[in-house]
C-alpha cells in the first residue's frame, strides 16, 4: 500500500522559514517524478514544484521561485519543500505527490496534506 506523508507544516510569521517533509513508502521511490502543491479552501489546488525521480530537474511555480527549493533523498523515500520568506499568500494546505515514470508512468499518489498558516 503507498503512502505519502507530509509534514512540517505549522503558523510562521511571514519572512520566516519552513521546511516540508513528504515521507514515501509502499513504492519504488527512486521510480517517481515528485511534486509539491497547494490548495486554499474553495480555490484550486495549484502547482508549487517538482523534482525528476533523479533529482537531477527541478520546476517551479513563478511565484516562488527563489523563495522555496525542492529536493529528495532516494536513500531515504523523502522528499522536501524548503520554504523561506514566507508570505501571506504562500498559506495554503501543502501536499506531495508521486508520479510514475517508465513502466509505472501514469500512475499518481497523493498524501493528505499540511498546512501552512502564515500570520503578518
Known sequence: QVQLVEFGGGLVQAGGSLRLTCAASGLTFSSYDMGWYRQVPGKAREFVAAISWSGGSTYYEDSVK???????????????????????????????????????????????????????
Open 66 to 120: 527563489g523563495r522555496i527549493s525542492i529536493s529528495r533523498d532516494n536513500d531515504k523515500n523523502t522528499e522536501y519543500l524548503e520554504m523561506n520568506s514566507l508570505k501571506h499568500e504562500d498559506m495554503a494546505n501543502y501536499y506531495c505527490k508521486a508520479e510514475g515514470t517508465g513502466a509505472g508512468f501514469g500512475m499518481e499518489y497523493w498524501g493528505k496534506g499540511t498546512l501552512v498558516t502564515v500570520s503578518s
